[in-house]
């Protein structure tokens, strides 16, 4: 058996930084603080999981093309999924964002979950907004036509063109998905990183370790 | 349950800082995602099968102008004489002084500039006709109005305007006779272009072949008054609080709650710079959501608000914590 060795590599200096930071039983414990125990905690996971219901249902809309579900009843039901499953998913973080807010959840150097969290929230508020402009029918040209006037006087409407179908489509299902997908991943990370936060005016005596163990 | 510590302890650390050496309870992360992924998936699968989602059918420059089309004539004259919302417009549009909205001093519209220059003479009238094939009627009113002078090609198209909206119903049949020069015939023509579903084309294909910039269409519609008609019938309206309503009785984009409130009290609802002055209300707030823990007084809020006893209130209850 050999010593174990610095690692001289890029490779084997991001693996031991990864494992510092982040060791798999912390990124996949099995046991949470006694203090984990309400049903707020749940909205953090039904957004999650609502996400991936929204991916799947919008990549299926995006694999049939732009017409489908106009078309087709199929395609309608999987739209419908995708309308539903998107408001679930905000509720949810709605409800979520409110939970962490009156938790004080950036306590204990989080507030990078916090932010990023809140970055997830806007950026969810944008893609969905994208998704509204592409639905092709009456509520999208109106929503569209309107919502120009706001991006324009902020000068944003001189690159971000809510009129231009093949612009707000790439937006919608490939670049933010991707950024909000990515702010997930990392306020994930951040939340196992840092575990959950405690509650405020702790017990103390919960520092104390009733048995160690060896 | 199980029990565990560590050997090392922060004491110079503030409590939530330091690395939970307490009680702790069995959490299955995965089963919880699982079950949540199951319950989400089901619950999302009868939402639609229950309730569907809406799909009112598009309008189209032809539709517009055959169930409408004194709305029609009359919006294409203001594009034709200059005086349309598009063609008054301003940045990214057009070069319109005074246009912009502002913030104080500052136009972040005028200062971002004409991106998507339109010219509504040319690309919403002029261009759609001359791609008009076989109609020597129509050839004799272009080459009219391009022998003129742009003074006089104005006052055609003015005078034309100023009086089809003085025409009982906007109706072209009605309207008074005066020196209008082309403009009646070349108006006329783009209509039965429009009817024919030739201007949607028309206004779409300006660039490419594989066009999806659907810019000049929509501000063609949007110009006229029968979209916000539809739209309004929809509740959608801006006093409707429409950019969070949804076509029919579906929820659509509640969680922009806020940015809609602020069109509808003042001084916002009656300012010339009221999108630019929500915009960078909205700007600042998102900016404090999401700084809110390095915000003194806001990030105290939940120690004053006790709703964490409320979702804390197992373990305040079995810890002793009372404070």
């Given at each position: 058996?050999?010593?174990?060795?610095t690692p001289?590599t890029?490779?084997?200096k991001?693996r031991?930084?990864a494992?510092?930071?982040?060791?798999?039983?912390q990124?996949?414990?099995?046991?949470?603080?006694v203090?984990v125990?309400?049903?707020?905690?749940?909205f953090?996971?039904?957004?999650?999981?609502?996400?991936?219901?929204v991916?799947?249902?919008?990549?299926?809309?995006?694999?049939?093309?732009?017409?489908?579900w106009?078309?087709?009843?199929?395609?309608h039901?999987?739209?419908?999924?995708?309308?539903?499953?998107?408001?679930?998913f905000?509720?949810?973080?709605?409800i979520?964002?409110?939970?962490?807010?009156?938790?004080?959840?950036?306590?204990?150097?989080?507030?990078?979950?916090?932010?990023t969290?809140?970055?997830?929230?806007?950026?969810?508020?944008g893609?969905?907004f994208?998704?509204?402009?592409?639905?092709?029918?009456?509520?999208?040209?109106?929503?569209?036509?309107q919502?120009?006037d706001?991006?324009?006087?902020?000068?944003?409407?001189?690159f971000?063109?809510v009129?231009?179908?093949?612009?707000?489509?790439?937006?919608?299902?490939?670049?933010?998905?991707?950024?909000?997908?990515?702010?997930?991943?990392?306020?994930?990370?951040?939340v196992?990183?840092?575990?959950?936060?405690?509650?405020?005016?702790?017990?103390?005596?919960?520092?104390?370790?009733?048995?160690v163990?060896? | 349950?199980?029990?565990?510590?560590?050997?090392?302890?922060?004491?110079?650390?503030?409590?939530?800082?330091?690395?939970w050496?307490?009680?702790v309870r069995?959490y299955?992360?995965?089963k919880?995602?699982?079950?949540?992924?199951?319950?989400?998936?089901?619950?999302?699968?009868?939402?639609?099968a229950?309730?569907?989602?809406?799909d009112v059918?598009?309008?189209?420059?032809?539709?517009?102008?055959?169930?409408?089309?004194?709305?029609?004539l009359?919006?294409s004259a203001?594009?034709?004489?200059?005086?349309?919302?598009?063609?008054?417009?301003?940045?990214p549009?057009?070069?319109?002084?005074?246009?912009?909205?502002?913030?104080?001093?500052?136009s972040?519209?005028h200062?971002?500039?004409?991106?998507?220059?339109?010219?509504?003479?040319?690309?919403?009238?002029?261009?759609?006709?001359?791609?008009?094939?076989?109609?020597?009627?129509l050839?004799?009113?272009?080459?009219?109005?391009?022998?003129?002078?742009?003074?006089?090609?104005?006052?055609?198209?003015?005078?034309?305007?100023d009086?089809?909206a003085?025409?009982p119903?906007?109706?072209?049949?009605?309207?008074?006779?005066?020196?209008?020069?082309?403009?009646?015939?070349?108006?006329?023509?783009?209509?039965?272009?429009a009817q024919?579903?030739g201007?949607?084309?028309?206004l779409?294909s300006?660039?490419?072949f594989?066009a999806?910039d659907?810019t000049?269409?929509?501000?063609?519609?949007?110009?006229?008054?029968?979209?916000e008609?539809?739209?309004r019938a929809?509740h959608?309206?801006?006093?409707?609080?429409?950019?969070?309503?949804?076509?029919?009785?579906y929820p659509?984009?509640a969680?922009?709650w806020?940015?809609?409130?602020?069109?509808?009290?003042?001084?916002?609802?009656t300012s010339?710079?009221?999108?630019?002055?929500?915009?960078?209300?909205?700007?600042?707030?998102?900016?404090?959501?999401?700084?809110?823990?390095?915000?003194?007084g806001?990030?105290?809020i939940?120690?004053?608000?006790?709703?964490?006893?409320?979702?804390?209130?197992?373990?305040?209850?079995?810890?002793?914590?009372?404070?």
């Amino acid at each position: 058996m050999t010593a174990p060795t610095t690692p001289h590599t890029w490779t084997g200096k991001v693996r031991a930084r990864a494992l510092r930071e982040l060791p798999p039983d912390q990124l996949l414990p099995e046991t949470q603080p006694v203090y984990v125990a309400s049903w707020i905690y749940v909205f953090g996971v039904l957004t999650l999981a609502a996400f991936l219901v929204v991916l799947v249902s919008g990549g299926v809309l995006g694999l049939k093309g732009r017409t489908w579900w106009h078309r087709s009843s199929t395609g309608h039901y999987f739209n419908s999924l995708h309308l539903w499953s998107v408001e679930l998913f905000m509720a949810f973080m709605v409800i979520h964002l409110w939970g962490k807010f009156f938790m004080a959840a950036w306590r204990g150097k989080r507030a990078m979950t916090w932010v990023t969290g809140a970055v997830c929230f806007l950026g969810s508020i944008g893609t969905a907004f994208t998704g509204y402009l592409i639905q092709s029918n009456l509520d999208s040209q109106w929503i569209s036509t309107q919502a120009k006037d706001g991006l324009n006087a902020a000068g944003i409407g001189a690159f971000f063109n809510v009129t231009d179908f093949g612009q707000m489509l790439m937006w919608h299902i490939a670049l933010l998905p991707l950024i909000v997908g990515v702010l997930i991943g990392v306020h994930i990370i951040q939340v196992r990183r840092r575990g959950v936060v405690p509650p405020m005016e702790i017990d103390l005596r919960d520092r104390v370790p009733e048995q160690v163990t060896p | 349950m199980t029990t565990t510590a560590s050997p090392r302890r922060h004491h110079a650390h503030a409590p939530e800082e330091q690395k939970w050496t307490g009680r702790v309870r069995e959490y299955d992360l995965v089963k919880e995602f699982v079950i949540a992924l199951a319950v989400v998936a089901v619950l999302t699968a009868a939402l639609a099968a229950i309730f569907s989602s809406p799909d009112v059918k598009q309008l189209t420059l032809s539709t517009w102008s055959r169930s409408a089309p004194n709305d029609f004539l009359l919006t294409s004259a203001t594009e034709l004489d200059g005086t349309s919302g598009t063609a008054t417009y301003g940045a990214p549009y057009t070069h319109t002084p005074d246009a912009a909205q502002k913030i104080g001093p500052v136009s972040l519209q005028h200062i971002a500039g004409v991106t998507h220059p339109i010219n509504t003479v040319q690309d919403f009238v002029l261009v759609p006709l001359t791609g008009v094939p076989a109609d020597p009627t129509l050839s004799a009113a272009l080459g009219a109005w391009q022998g003129a002078s742009a003074a006089q090609q104005q006052t055609w198209a003015a005078a034309y305007d100023d009086a089809l909206a003085k025409a009982p119903d906007n109706d072209p049949a009605k309207v008074a006779s005066g020196s209008y020069g082309p403009v009646p015939v070349m108006l006329g023509r783009l209509l039965t272009l429009a009817q024919s579903g030739g201007l949607d084309g028309a206004l779409l294909s300006q660039k490419q072949f594989f066009a999806t910039d659907y810019t000049k269409p929509l501000l063609f519609i949007a110009d006229g008054s029968y979209l916000e008609d539809r739209a309004r019938a929809e509740h959608l309206g801006g006093d409707q609080w429409g950019m969070m309503n949804e076509t029919g009785s579906y929820p659509g984009q509640a969680w922009l709650w806020l940015y809609t409130f602020w069109y509808q009290v003042s001084p916002f609802s009656t300012s010339g710079n009221a999108d630019a002055l929500v915009w960078g209300v909205m700007a600042v707030l998102s900016l404090a959501l999401v700084l809110v823990p390095f915000i003194p007084g806001v990030r105290s809020i939940p120690k004053w608000v006790p709703v964490h006893r409320l979702i804390w209130r197992d373990y305040y209850r079995g810890s002793g914590a009372t404070r």
